[in-house]
């Protein structure tokens, strides 16, 4: 549902910081999630000892190595890397109709709250733009098709989101050193 003025009107404005502060926290739990995705490593404690030995090493390398035939070259496909984490529109439209709601001015805690919010969302869009400039790099030789379009243009509006939200946070509390990430 999306904030009507009514119950925006509704909700304490200490109650609107904590709620700006859970965004915060469902946000970088996304960002371990997705880091967790990418940094898997498979673990080879269950497999078969024939898996787990190293090449050259005891009896087996004494032996012939026994190997697989080569797939096809049509069933090998690169896994393809998750995206990272952005917020969606419903997420934003949230954010941005409670920080209406805020005072201009707030004191130390509840500014912190905020800034930790705009520094968890310039990570995202960083992040998001360094994993598209990948892509880009690595797809300059055949085309995208209709999917990988639309999901590119949906990466693109989830880093515009963040920063309309950087952006407002930074003007109405003159937080201006966030949009310099090395700070």
């Known amino acids: ?10 909700i304490p404005s200490p109650t ?17 999630a997705y880091e967790a995705k990418i940094n898997f490593v498979p673990s080879t404690i269950f497999a078969p000892p024939a898996v787990r030995r190293k090449a050259g090493a005891g009896v087996a390398a004494k032996a012939k190595p026994v ?23 419903h997420e934003s439209h949230w954010i941005l109709s409670s920080l209406t709601r805020l ?13 930790q919010l705009a520094k968890t969302l310039v990570s995202m869009a960083e992040v998001s733009d360094a994993a598209r400039e990948k892509r880009v790099a690595s797809a300059a030789t055949g085309g995208r098709s ?20 950087v952006a407002a946070i930074a003007g109405v509390w003159a937080q201006g050193d966030l949009w310099d990430s090395s700070l």
């Open 146 to 165: 209709m999917k990988e379009r639309l999901e590119d243009e949906e990466e693109a509006e989830g880093r515009a989101r963040c920063w309309m939200v």
């Open 103 to 115: 005072e201009q001015l707030l004191d130390g805690d509840d500014l912190a709250s905020l800034r």
């Open 67 to 89: 190997t697989a035939p080569p797939l096809p070259k049509a069933t090998t496909k690169a896994p393809v890397a998750p995206r990272p984490p952005l917020p969606t529109a």
């Open 16 to 32: 609107l910081i904590h709620l700006l502060s859970h965004f915060n926290d469902w946000f970088l739990e996304r960002i371990e």
């Open 1 to 10: 549902q999306l904030p009507s003025p009514a119950l925006l009107v509704a």
